[in-house]
């Protein structure tokens, strides 16, 4: 079973900055990080992992899904407010048939092409590849 600790991540600022997600939440050995740098708890970053076993829709595979979340705070008049959240949702599908090693690549793979500069501009400039 892994452990649960805080880690540290890098954020998009121009001088991109360390930001520590810590354990809020537990349940059913799902677990919720979040960055706790703000006074109200609706204004923290999140994320969270879920894993779901194999069930009559998926008899043969493992699902991993990862969901962050990023409320858009915002001053007016002097009171802070959640004005919209920003999410990004990833969900592995392992087959039940998958050595260590292949899910490794799954996950290499599914990370390293998240930061590729072509994939990151489309995702920045809200703009569609040419077709």
Same mark, same amino acid.
């Given at each position: 079973?892994?452990?649960?600790?805080?880690?540290? *991540?890098?954020?998009?600022?121009?001088?991109?900055?360390?930001?520590?997600?810590?354990?809020?939440? *537990?349940?059913?050995?799902?677990?919720?990080?979040?960055?706790?740098?703000?006074?109200?708890?609706?204004?923290?970053?999140?994320?969270?992992?879920?894993?779901?076993?194999?069930?009559?829709? $998926?008899?043969?595979?493992?699902?991993?899904? $990862?969901?962050?979340?990023?409320?858009?705070? $915002?001053?007016?008049?002097?009171?802070?407010?959640?004005?919209?959240?920003?999410?990004?949702? $990833?969900?592995?599908?392992? =087959?039940?048939?998958?050595?260590?090693?292949?899910?490794?690549?799954?996950?290499?793979?599914?990370?390293?092409?998240?930061?590729?500069?072509?994939?990151?501009?489309?995702?920045?400039?809200?703009?569609?590849?040419? =077709?």
């Amino acid at each position: 079973m892994p452990q649960i600790v805080a880690f540290t *991540i890098k954020d998009g600022s121009a001088v991109p900055a360390d930001v520590t997600y810590g354990l809020d939440n *537990i349940q059913d050995g799902d677990i919720m990080l979040a960055d706790k740098r703000l006074s109200t708890r609706g204004f923290w970053p999140t994320i969270k992992s879920v894993l779901s076993l194999p069930n009559k829709q $998926r008899p043969n595979y493992y699902r991993v899904t $990862r969901e962050m979340t990023y409320p858009l705070v $915002r001053t007016t008049n002097g009171v802070d407010a959640v004005v919209a959240v920003n999410r990004e949702v $990833r969900s592995l599908f392992i =087959s039940d048939k998958s050595t260590a090693q292949e899910i490794k690549h799954m996950i290499a793979l599914g990370q390293n092409q998240g930061a590729h500069a072509m994939m990151k501009t489309q995702a920045e400039n809200l703009e569609k590849f040419f =077709s």
